[in-house]
């Protein structure tokens, strides 16, 4: 999994700033960088009492559905999620500001569906599958879609892709004080012997977890392409958990039949054969 020494990035600590970044690679690399976040982007929280506060968990994104209450996250995610009594999803969450006063409301986590062949944090084929959704209840009666706009799940073009953009929440206060989203767009290259992408960006500590690769964002009608996620080998990232590396599974059959199985409500069945290649079906 993706980590700081003792902190692991799924796991993690939840105003523009500069980032801060104990250790770079030799090479030149861009880095992310502290920005006000956008509305559909936002962290979990496995205890609603921290929100304001807390420690965030992983970075989630609302995506486009039938029943408007859909967020996409890591399947390394899932497990604290699901055994949480009071897990919690703040779109463009606001560190220092109580739950009541969030600006898209506390949406109270229903339930977060994952593939049953996915081990969390694998380093193996099945890492590919490192997807969940999560169903999210109303927040004073309104869907989490209706207040925040979505992404729209879209197949992953084929490597590379000349520019994406990265968003998450880095959690652990040594690296961000305080607690705001971070982006980066560059380009994105393929992780050899696998249906992953691979994206060079300093700066994606533990908590940006789930956190979307989006392309063709538009503020102006809150929305845009969600094509992967922050996730994959290793929970997300290389084995020395440099924070400048970050992992997406590729999004194929497989992701858009867990997305229907999330929308139906229903417990995901694993087709055969294992894996379908990516890249296949266009947006849902």
Not at 90 to 119: C, E, I, L, N, W
Not at 152 to 174: D, E, Q
Request: aromatic fraction near 8%; include cysteine.
């Amino acid at each position: 999994m993706r980590a700081l020494p003792l902190l692991p990035r799924l796991a993690t600590a939840g105003c523009a700033a500069a980032l801060l970044i104990p250790a770079t690679p030799a090479q030149a690399m861009p880095n992310a960088r502290h920005y006000g976040g956008i509305p559909m982007v936002g962290a979990f929280f496995t205890n609603s009492a921290d929100v304001g506060s807390g420690r965030t968990q992983c970075t989630g994104s609302v995506v486009h559905s039938p029943t408007r209450d859909l967020v996409l996250t890591a399947g390394h995610c899932a497990g604290s999620l699901n055994a949480a009594h009071h897990a919690v999803f703040v779109p463009q969450y606001r560190f220092g500001t109580s739950a009541a006063h969030q600006p898209h409301g506390v949406y109270p986590v229903r339930q977060a569906f994952t593939d049953p062949r996915y081990t969390p944090n694998s380093r193996g084929r099945d890492s590919d599958l490192d997807i969940a959704f999560v169903r999210v209840g109303p927040a004073a009666g309104h869907a989490v879609e209706d207040r925040t706009g979505s992404l729209t799940l879209t197949a992953t073009p084929a490597p590379p892709i000349r520019s994406v953009t990265m968003v998450g929440y880095p959690g652990s206060a040594a690296v961000n004080p305080h607690h705001s989203p971070v982006t980066c767009t560059t380009s994105a290259g393929r992780l050899p012997g696998f249906d992953q992408l691979k994206v060079v960006c300093g700066g994606y500590y533990g908590g940006t977890s789930g956190g979307p690769l989006i392309t063709g964002y538009r503020g102006s009608s809150r929305t845009g392409s969600v094509v992967g996620e922050i996730g994959g080998y290793n929970g997300g990232g290389d084995n020395r958990n440099d924070h400048w590396i970050s992992y997406s599974p590729m999004f194929g059959q497989d992701a858009f039949d867990l997305y229907q199985d999330a929308v139906e409500g229903v417990t995901p069945y694993p087709p055969l054969p294992y894996p379908t290649p990516a890249g296949i079906g266009g947006g849902w």
